[in-house]
């Protein structure tokens, strides 16, 4: 079985990371796309944008509210530093933080050196009513960790292997009921699997993929220190000692004469038990979720437009924690990118899904609705 496969198994049975928050080079794509061709060797990228959530029914009590917000990042590549070409990956942005190394030994292997940290994300625990997701428990969060493997690459394949450990702590918000128990602060670590393909190929001057495709497959096995029960008067649980948990990614583009057909799939599983994970705001709530999206990009020379749909699909515990609820979500939106000139970009996005609970993209409060907008400006120094 190709590793093609191998991730169309994994992902499958899982999920979405944000579209709009899983854009190139950011925090959630560093983290796990490790081979995505970049448009240079080296070059320095900021990016701000204004975002934009608005429910169709507004509940402020629980979140459900218009809010504008704001993002910001700013990366730094370069994969040719010193004499053995050493990579590095320096990321800051509102979604998170990210310094990454690889260095190179013999052709096909290398170390990875990876420290990280998200300041902002929230929680929110809850289960669905119908269609309706009914809030339990929100809360806020930092964590911060560190990770070391060992890869081999061989014709687009990658293999990679290595131990991990992140600290979490957590805090109430304004947004915590007062009978809500928040989990205690823990340390992780454990030990993960990592498989990526990619045959991606970039049009140079606009920077978008153009042919082939990425895919990633991560597995943990993590153990911990949490310690007590947490949640709500009638589901108060541990986390267990220890669990495993998976997500992937998969994009694929197909070139026709004016643009590219192009389809996205990510994914994650977790035990029943990891009600931390399950439960992060910055990803679709639920133990496993799914999520297709395929669209058609038009590009128009240095301005491109894609129109798409997507599937969510979720598997939620419910509110008494012993049993759970599936669910299919539809929604679609459209996204584009107009490249002023060599090194100044303008991109935007508009999406939507007739699921409210959808994950956070304000970096200053736990905001969920159906409509989410972007725009923003891209700037790119250097590159050879």
């Known amino acids: 079985m190709t590793l093609l496969r191998c991730a169309?198994?994994?992902?499958?049975?899982?999920?979405?990371?944000?579209a709009q928050w899983y854009r190139a080079s950011g925090y959630r794509d560093l983290e796990l796309a490790r081979d995505r061709p970049q448009p240079a060797s080296s070059f320095l990228r900021l990016r701000g944008a204004a975002t934009y959530t608005l429910p169709q029914d507004a509940?402020?009590?629980?979140?459900?509210?218009?809010?504008?917000?704001?993002?910001?990042?700013?990366?730094?590549?370069?994969?040719?530093v010193g004499d053995r070409k050493s990579t590095i990956d320096a990321y800051a942005g509102t979604d998170g933080a990210l310094l990454g190394v690889r260095e190179h030994f013999d052709p096909g292997s290398s170390a990875i050196l990876e420290v990280s940290a998200r300041y902002f994300p929230y929680y929110r625990e809850g289960f669905y009513d119908g269609d309706d997701f009914v809030a339990t428990g929100r809360y806020e969060g930092f964590d911060w960790g560190a990770y070391l493997g060992?890869?081999?690459?061989?014709?687009?394949y990658t293999f990679e292997l290595g131990p991990f450990y992140r600290h979490y702590s957590f805090s109430?918000?304004?947004?915590?009921?007062?009978?809500?128990?928040?989990?205690?602060?823990?340390?992780?670590?454990?030990?993960?699997l990592h498989l990526e393909q990619s045959t991606l190929q970039l049009d140079r001057t606009y920077?978008?993929?153009?042919?082939?495709?990425?895919?990633?497959?991560?597995?943990?096995?993590?153990?911990?220190?949490?310690?007590?029960?947490f949640g709500t008067d009638i589901w108060k649980s541990e986390l267990p000692d220890a669990f495993w948990r998976g997500f992937g990614h998969l994009e694929w583009y197909f070139p026709t004469?004016?643009?590219?057909?192009?389809?996205?799939?990510?994914?994650?599983?977790?035990?029943?038990?990891?009600?931390?994970?399950?439960?992060?705001?910055q990803k679709p709530?639920?133990?496993?979720?799914?999520?297709?999206?395929?669209g058609y990009r038009f590009d128009l020379g240095g301005f491109s437009f894609a129109p798409y749909g997507n599937l969510l699909f979720t598997h939620t515990i419910d509110e008494v924690g012993s049993d759970s609820t599936d669910d299919f979500w539809f929604g679609g939106g459209v996204k584009m990118d107009w490249m002023l000139d060599e090194s100044l970009s303008l991109w935007g996005e508009y999406s939507y899904l007739n699921n409210a609970n959808r994950p956070s993209i304000s970096f200053q409060n736990d905001v969920w609705g159906e409509h989410q907008f972007f725009l923003g400006l891209e700037l790119t120094f250097g590159g050879s």
């Open 172 to 192: 109430r918000g304004d947004d915590t009921a007062p009978q809500y128990v928040i989990p205690d602060d823990y340390d992780a670590f454990g030990g993960r």
């Open 59 to 80: 509940d402020e009590s629980v979140g459900r509210t218009d809010e504008f917000s704001g993002y910001g990042s700013v990366l730094y590549h370069d994969d040719a």
């Open 257 to 281: 004469g004016d643009g590219a057909v192009e389809f996205q799939l990510d994914g994650g599983v977790a035990a029943a038990e990891d009600r931390i994970w399950a439960f992060d705001a």
């Open 150 to 156: 060992l890869a081999t690459q061989s014709e687009g």
């Open 207 to 229: 920077r978008r993929p153009v042919d082939g495709f990425l895919t990633a497959v991560r597995v943990e096995f993590e153990w911990n220190t949490s310690q007590g029960r």
């Open 8 to 18: 169309l198994v994994a992902v499958g049975i899982a999920g979405v990371l944000p």
């Open 285 to 294: 709530t639920g133990h496993w979720f799914g999520d297709a999206r395929l």
